[in-house]
């Protein structure tokens, strides 16, 4: 069957340092690969995304690799900001239409100032 | 730029009540879903919707709940004879026609207590 593991959390870190989140996946076929992300008391964002081999998924300074050898799609930012800190969610689709997403347990991210 | 919008954004209610969760989904899109997240849990897959019946369903949407897209703009989940354990964020989230990722945009969420 198709699922998402991450990292646990909570991460903390300070302010400009550097960001990995784990996620490694299994699915049958090639499905399309999201990280989503949730801000305190708010829904959920679509962060980046990427729906093939070697893409790579960028949005505001972060970025995630598909990496279909070792099934992993780690989030990764270079400088984090305290407006960074939030809930992250590793996601897949598989690749029919109207599948479900199926999303990681979630991993928390503080960022000290 | 268009967005998924949900009402109430919190729900009490007693156990054994009906309750119903609404959404306006971005006005041109095809395809609805309805997920829940348990406070502190992953999110959770709950139904899909096309073309005006379920697509798909999982374990968790039993026969105490429905949805419905009544008037070609809401798309509302029932829920019936509510239990403490249906506590969670309901999210709604719908995704356009076309080629490529299966990409779904989210509402807000509508926080359901049950008490």
């Known amino acids: 069957g198709n699922s998402v593991t991450q990292m646990e959390g909570p991460v903390t870190l300070s302010e400009e340092a550097f960001l990995t989140i784990n996620c490694t996946y299994t699915?049958?076929?090639?499905?399309?690969l999201f990280w989503y992300v949730q801000y305190p008391g708010e829904g959920l964002q679509l962060l980046l995304k990427a729906t093939k081999a070697d893409d790579k998924g960028s949005n505001k300074g972060f970025e995630a690799t598909y990496r279909k050898e070792t099934t992993s799609f780690h989030l990764e930012k270079g400088s984090v900001q305290v407006s960074d800190s939030a809930v992250y969610f590793c996601a897949l689709s598989p690749l029919n239409r109207d599948d479900k997403i199926i999303f990681g347990k979630g991993t928390r991210l503080h960022i000290l100032p | 730029e268009p967005e998924v919008t949900q009402t109430p954004s919190h729900q009490v209610t007693q156990m054994g009540q009906e309750v119903i969760l609404r959404c306006v989904p971005i006005s041109n899109h095809l395809y609805f879903y309805w997920y829940r997240q348990i406070l502190g849990q992953k999110v959770e897959f709950l139904v899909s919707?096309?073309?005006?019946?379920?697509?798909?369903k999982s374990e968790i949407f039993d026969d105490q709940f429905s949805v419905e897209r009544p008037d070609g703009s809401n798309f509302t989940l029932k829920i019936r004879s509510t239990k403490l354990e249906d506590s969670a964020m309901y999210f709604c989230?719908?995704?356009?026609?076309?080629?490529?990722?299966?990409?779904?945009?989210f509402g807000p969420g509508t926080r359901l207590t049950v008490l």
């Open positions: 989230a719908s995704s356009p026609p076309g080629q490529g990722a299966n990409e779904q945009f």
């Open positions: 919707f096309y073309n005006n019946e379920i697509s798909e």
């Open positions: 699915a049958t076929g090639y499905p399309s």
